[in-house]
């Protein structure tokens, strides 16, 4: 593992909680061994630390924690913009097709080769990943990932049934195949495994009860899924377990739902299911440019910030239309609107860094520049695109810049990205 020192002069933003931030116009970020070692004003510490360490002057520019995608598929890159179709339609007749592809390693390396230079380009440094059924697919993740030094949750996807031949598993191996890859990657380098069953849909009783199995013998295992994203989707849940009385039942029943149980899209949660992912303590992951896309719905963000519940964004990738975690929040912000609801740049930029690493259970490794944390951090190029350097010239409160970066920015906004320090992209 590559663990970098530097100090970088920058104007640096970062959030200490939520609704608690910090605005540092002439700072010094200090990296040592790959982590935050001290952070401040320039004038403060610049003397102590030119000169000892490799130092980097980019107080033209602003230094913010890398964002958090709750939410990528990193095996639907070539289904992106895939035209007419709603959720299920466009599973069958884009995504199945696709993923089928990942049982050839070739096709597999590939593919996720180019799935994590958008992803880091972008500015994402910490995604939850789903991959295809494929061993290979799941391989080919933590083998990037680790190469690149890049902190993610994973699991091999798991599913059993309302898929193309192909692309389903036996049921039978389903925990000691999930198993072995648990204790091969679970904490291996910057590696969280996540149990990852795509969606009650695609999963029978027996298959969820291996993976509730799983998670009662591996308690700090993330679990990740789909939830309520399509109306069609949870009528069809309901005939498939009618013994439920909604679908937040099927997981619970199954003993895949608590802290760190990462929940896709739930736009139709009942009131009743609302109070119970709070109970929980499970996370909602908010796909916008997704949910827009496929016309699914729009989530109330407001509700999951009034209750205080994790939330993470999630690009979707490929039912999301842009790996930028900006363009996912600008969407974010224009749901919300639609809802009569204004969520500030300070709400969903806590929700990209810290507030995103809550909700993966990541806040003691990522999110802001507390002293010890993992140094993982974007530059951000205010004058590019070139727009946004119209909209921000001359002295702006952080505030104001941060929304016109949301709604204006973009890939080429990112000047660079850091992965523990050293720079990736």
Request: charged residues 25%; aromatic residues 10%.
């Amino acid at each position: 593992m590559n663990r970098s020192n530097i100090a970088i002069r920058a104007g640096i933003f970062h959030f200490l909680d939520k609704g608690k931030y910090e605005f540092i116009e002439d700072g010094l970020l200090v990296v040592i061994d790959g982590l935050v070692h001290e952070i401040g004003p320039f004038d403060e510490l610049g003397h102590k630390w030119q000169g000892v360490l490799p130092f980097l002057n980019e107080s033209d520019h602003l230094l913010i924690p890398g964002f958090v995608d709750g939410h990528i598929h990193a095996v639907q890159n070539g289904v992106m913009a895939s035209y007419g179709s709603q959720l299920m339609d466009w599973l069958h007749q884009y995504t199945f097709p696709y993923e089928a592809k990942f049982a050839d390693m070739d096709f597999c390396q590939e593919d996720i080769s180019v799935f994590f230079d958008e992803m880091l380009s972008n500015g994402t440094t910490t995604a939850a990943i789903y991959s295809s059924v494929h061993k290979n697919s799941i391989e080919c993740i933590m083998s990037e990932a680790t190469e690149r030094n890049m902190r993610i949750i994973s699991g091999k996807t798991n599913m059993d049934r309302g898929a193309p031949e192909e692309l389903l598993e036996d049921s039978t191996n389903t925990y000691k195949e999930t198993a072995d890859l648990i204790e091969k990657y679970h904490k291996y380098k910057r590696i969280s495994y996540a149990l990852s069953p795509r969606f009650a849909l695609t999963s029978t009783g027996e298959q969820l009860k291996q993976l509730g199995d799983l998670k009662k013998k591996y308690p700090e295992i993330p679990v990740q899924t789909h939830i309520s994203e399509n109306k069609e989707e949870i009528v069809q849940v309901k005939t498939l377990f009618p013994e439920r009385k909604d679908y937040l039942e099927v997981y619970e029943y199954y003993g895949l739902l608590g802290k760190n149980s990462l929940l896709g899209h739930a736009i139709y949660l009942s009131d009743n299911e609302w109070d119970r992912v709070k109970k929980s303590d499970a996370s909602l992951i908010h796909c916008p440019t997704s949910n827009l896309f496929l016309g699914s719905g729009l989530f109330d963000l407001q509700r999951s910030l009034l209750m205080n519940i994790p939330v993470a964004l999630g690009s979707d990738v490929g039912g999301g239309t842009s790996f930028s975690m900006l363009r996912t929040a600008a969407a974010a912000y224009e749901i919300a609107a639609l809802q009569d609801f204004k969520p500030s740049a300070l709400d969903l930029f806590y929700i990209l860094s810290l507030g995103g690493a809550k909700a993966l259970g990541l806040e003691n490794k990522i999110g802001n520049f507390e002293v010890g944390k993992e140094a993982d951090f974007l530059i951000i190029n205010s004058e590019k695109p070139s727009i946004l350097k119209l909209r921000t010239q001359g002295k702006i409160p952080i505030e104001d810049f941060l929304f016109a970066l949301m709604m204006l920015g973009d890939k080429e906004s990112i000047k660079a990205v850091y992965l523990m320090g050293d720079r990736i992209a």
